[in-house]
Antibody, heavy 121, light 107 residues
Framework: EVQLVESGGGLVQPGGSLRLSCVAS????????MTWVRQAPGKGLEWVAN????????YYVDSVKGRFTISRDNAKNSMYLQMNSLRAEDTAVYYC??????????????WGQGTLVTVSS | DIQMTQSPSSLSASVGDKVTITCRAS??????LAWYQQKPGKVPRLLIY???TLQSGVPSRFSGSGSGTDFTLTISCLQPEDVATYYC?????????FGQGTKVEIK
């Protein structure tokens, strides 16, 4: 069974940093693209970033470019999202997800439960 | 960037009704379109990808169609457990934009 467990969320002041983690199990982690998607309270879904199997390709939504960094450690079956220069508008539940297939041209089909990031003074 | 526009934003229908939700891309995205269901307080669930391929375990009353810029999600016979917000997402290239969502309620 595919399992994705996020951690690292919490309350942080504007301008601060946070590192989210996603630990995967139940599948060969190194074989799949992975992604982060977020959802602000009461709002819709927003794609944040994707990372290729070997970490050689990374893509970001414009609003986080230069502030967020997606990475992965296949030996630890883990993906990360380093978030710097956080803003109030980054407040959201952050979901880790795995593509449904093993190529770039698939959507995320397996999702974690999410971790809440709150940016506030 | 390609924008994704869903309509309607919300709808109310009776149990057993056929429900149709539309998603329009501002440029062609071939068939790189997915549909998700998100029930209140729950994690999004992939329903359909490739515009019309049903994800494993999804009831057959859900179907998708379209290509290029215009796509449709159809629920053939609405059930009480289908109350949720539905999102489309393009995944032809980054950014993988979602539609704004369509909230489905029971009348």
């Amino acid at each position: 069974e595919v399992q994705l467990v996020e951690s690292g969320g919490g309350l942080v002041q504007p301008g601060g940093s946070l590192r989210l983690s996603c630990v995967a199990s139940g599948f060969t982690f190194s074989s799949y693209w992975m992604t982060w998607v977020r959802q602000a309270p009461g709002k819709g879904l927003e794609w944040v970033a994707n990372i290729k199997q070997d970490g050689s390709e990374k893509y970001y939504v414009d609003s986080v470019k230069g502030r967020f960094t997606i990475s992965r450690d296949n030996a630890k079956n883990s993906m990360y999202l380093q978030m710097n220069s956080l803003r109030a508008e980054d407040t959201a539940v952050y979901y880790c997800a795995r593509f449904v297939g093993d190529k770039w041209d698939y959507p995320p089909g397996y999702w974690g439960q999410g971790t809440l990031v709150t940016v506030s003074s | 960037d390609i924008q994704m526009t869903q309509s309607p934003s919300s709808l109310s229908a009776s149990v057993g009704d056929k429900v149709t939700i539309t998603c329009r891309a501002s440029q062609g995205i071939r068939n790189y379109l997915a549909w998700y269901q998100q029930k209140p307080g729950k994690v999004p669930r992939l329903l359909i990808y490739g515009a019309s391929t049903l994800q494993s375990g999804v009831p057959s009353r859900f179907s998708g169609s379209g290509s290029g810029t215009d796509f449709t999600l159809t629920i053939s016979c609405l059930q009480p457990e289908d109350v949720a917000t539905y999102y489309c997402q393009k995944y032809s290239s980054a950014p993988r934009t979602f539609g704004q969502g369509t909230k489905v309620e029971i009348k």
